[in-house]
């Protein structure tokens, strides 16, 4: 059944906002409208559905999960076990391997997609949201391939952008002097284009530390940038997932015993990482990350790497040179490409015209995990608990479930429209 009604025209006037510019188009949207077709934004799609309630995915990709697909390394591998990683109602096919390939990621989205029959509407950009007290909805403005503009309006807004929406990338003093590239990993594919080549990897976490890798078995010379500390854990103990069995460990002991669990069986297997120039910080791994949201990585053999002097670690940048890095004990090297390793951040502040859920400051749910999935007047938040995608399936189902209580009480109100596109019926 279809749940939005669509005005078309050269100029339709707004009603309830006479201020507001005259749209080429207007589309009301009965149901909830979610901004985002990654990981987040299909799960939340696929527990409404469960519960009988389509939904509308805006993406401004041409594809789903266009993070996975378009801006990760080939040799990308799920860091933790699939079990943790999959999405509500459906798990990952049982002859997947434990960690599962990006490629093998991306075609399980697609399978839940196709499952649950969602269908995002791409090329479509937000360019602002805001609530219309007015009216009572939330207006979404985008605009398509050519510019074209499209209004949303709908009582639901699903913020599913997540946390790594955009770039982060550093300002280093002489970046415009270097001369060679200095690229994001989200353009990073393979090392194979670097062979024989001294690169410098900036940044300390999981992909910075598997780039690395990569890059040394492409046949380059990798350097890593580590001025913050860090905590390194074997990827496994004795064929056991340290995640998982941090996880079970957290059902009977307090966070900070199972910190010095980790951290004494992490010595055993990896030997002290201080003397590599990999400093631990002073709070344990788990519970770090629930202060601050730091994930520690998971090593996958690059540490080995390290100790061997096959990969090198050097302490912050002070400055680039023409082809040079001058470091803060000093030292100068030279190097011929810069890869940027340095994460991502939200860029919901940059479009959502509300400061009450998210904080301007870095575009995440002011209130933490698990408390930050729901705002006021139907605003709602997927993928921003730092918590992975065990996270994005709490928010999902906890966001299903509210909406329902609305939905059944509000569906003859619904009913009365008869509407034109298709939402996720």
């Not at 601050?292 to 790497?305: E, F, I, N, Q, R």
């Not at 933490?368 to 006021?376: A, C, D, L, N, Q």
Request: charged share 25%; net charge positive.
């Amino acid at each position: 059944m279809d749940y939005s009604k669509e005005v078309e025209g050269k100029r339709v006037h707004d009603h309830f906002n006479k201020n507001m510019t005259t749209l080429a188009r207007c589309i009301w949207v009965l149901c909830p409208v979610i901004i985002g077709a990654g990981p987040s934004g299909l799960a939340v799609a696929a527990c409404l559905k469960e519960r009988g309630i389509p939904s509308l995915i805006l993406e401004r990709a041409n594809c789903i999960a266009s993070l996975w697909k378009l801006k990760t390394y080939d040799r990308l591998r799920l860091h933790l076990p699939k079990q943790f990683c999959e999405l509500p109602l459906m798990p990952f096919p049982a002859n997947f391997p434990t960690y599962p390939t990006k490629k093998q990621f991306v075609a399980y989205l697609e399978s839940y997609k196709n499952h649950f029959g969602l269908d995002p509407v791409f090329n479509k950009t937000v360019v602002s949201a805001e609530f219309d007290h007015r009216c009572g909805f939330w207006r979404v403005k985008t605009l398509g391939l050519k510019q074209e503009e499209t209004e949303y309006v709908s009582q639901w807004l699903i913020v599913a952008t997540g946390e790594n929406a955009k770039e982060l990338v550093p300002q280093i003093e002489g970046m415009d002097d270097f001369g060679g590239p200095i690229v994001h990993t989200s353009s990073y594919k393979s090392g194979r284009l670097f062979r024989e080549k001294a690169v410098l990897v900036v940044g300390c976490g999981n992909s910075s530390m598997e780039v690395c890798l990569d890059l040394y078995n492409c046949n380059a010379r990798p350097s890593l940038v580590v001025k913050d500390s860090v905590h390194v854990l074997p990827q496994e103990m004795l064929g056991i997932s340290t995640f998982g069995l941090s996880m079970w460990l957290l059902k009977w002991f307090p966070v900070r015993l199972v910190d010095r669990f980790l951290l004494l069986v992490s010595h055993f297997f990896l030997g002290d990482t201080e003397k590599f120039g990999l400093h631990r910080p002073q709070l344990g791994p788990l519970e770090l990350k629930s202060r601050s949201g730091k994930t520690p990585v998971l090593d996958v053999g690059t540490l080995a790497k390290i100790k061997r002097g096959n990969i090198k670690v050097c302490p912050g940048i002070k400055r680039l040179t023409y082809h040079a890095v001058e470091f803060v004990n000093g030292k100068k090297e030279n190097f011929d490409v810069i890869i940027l390793a340095t994460g991502y951040k939200s860029n919901v502040p940059q479009w959502l015209k509300e400061a009450d859920l998210f904080s301007e400051k870095d575009g995440l749910p002011r209130k933490s995990f698990p408390s930050g999935w729901k705002g006021e007047r139907g605003l709602y938040a997927v993928g921003f608990t730092k918590r992975g995608l065990l996270g994005t399936s709490f928010d999902a189902k906890m966001i299903a479930e509210d909406i329902e209580h609305h939905w059944k009480a509000e569906g003859s109100n619904f009913m009365a429209f008869s509407p034109s596109p298709s939402p996720q019926t």
